[in-house]
């Protein structure tokens, strides 16, 4: 079946260090790949996304590319701020029937 | 930014019960999808509105309806309610329809004692 494995977390990281979270995806089919980040006390908002082979998202200067060959969307951004501490989920949606499959969400901490 | 309002957060309910859950989307989004999330489950997408009308219907169960209003609000109502339907409940909004575009909401947790 479809899945969705993104690193577990958390993941603690310095103010300007570079970031990566992994995420990796099972499907049958073509899906769309996102990113969603849930800031502390709030929803999830989209933070990126792509719905083709090679299509890079970006976004607040995150980064995610979809790579069919290695069926992954992992997630970069070159220098984190204290702000950027949040969870983030990787999905996937199937657009042939809407199936929305949710990584588990790696909570992302950046100390001063 | 404004991001996808649902209320309430959590509703504890007792078997047979109703229960009505409410999503407004990010202003100028047409479409609404509803999603149900059991323990331990993936997300399975229940229903959803583009411009008012039905666009596209999942596992949604015949005690569920769900409607769009003309400011483009949603409703989800729950009857006779089951043990089972313990679950989180998202919703999500799109400008237009096709799935690469929404947003969620952050869920309503919905308890059936």
């Known amino acids: 079946g479809n899945s969705v494995t993104q690193m577990e977390g958390p993941v603690t990281l310095s103010e300007e260090a570079f970031l990566t979270i992994n995420c990796t995806y099972t499907?049958?089919?073509?899906?769309?790949l996102f990113w969603y980040v849930q800031y502390p006390g709030e929803g999830l908002q989209l933070l990126l996304k792509?719905?083709?082979a090679d299509d890079k998202g970006s976004n607040k200067g995150f980064e995610a590319t979809y790579r069919k060959e290695t069926t992954s969307f992992h997630l970069e951004k070159g220098s984190v701020q204290v702000s950027d501490s949040a969870v983030y989920f990787c999905?996937?949606?199937?657009?042939?029937?809407?199936?929305?499959?949710w990584g588990a969400g790696t909570k992302l901490i950046i100390k001063p | 930014a404004a991001g996808v309002i649902q209320s309430p957060r959590h509703l504890i309910k007792e078997k047979r019960e109703t229960a009505t859950l409410k999503c407004y989307p990010i202003p100028r989004h047409d479409t609404v999808y509803w999603y149900q999330q059991g323990p331990g489950q993936d997300p399975q997408f229940l229903i959803s509105f583009y411009e008012k009308m039905q666009s596209d219907k999942g596992s949604i169960p015949d005690r569920f309806s769900a409607q769009q209003f003309s400011d483009y609000h949603s409703e989800l109502n729950m009857s006779s309610l089951e043990l089972g339907d313990s679950a989180l409940y998202f919703c999500a909004s799109s400008w237009g329809t096709g799935a690469n575009v929404l947003t969620f909401g952050a869920g309503s947790r919905l308890t059936v004692l």
């Open positions: 999905a996937l949606i199937m657009d042939s029937n809407y199936q929305l499959i």
């Open positions: 499907a049958t089919g073509y899906p769309s």
């Open positions: 792509a719905t083709k």
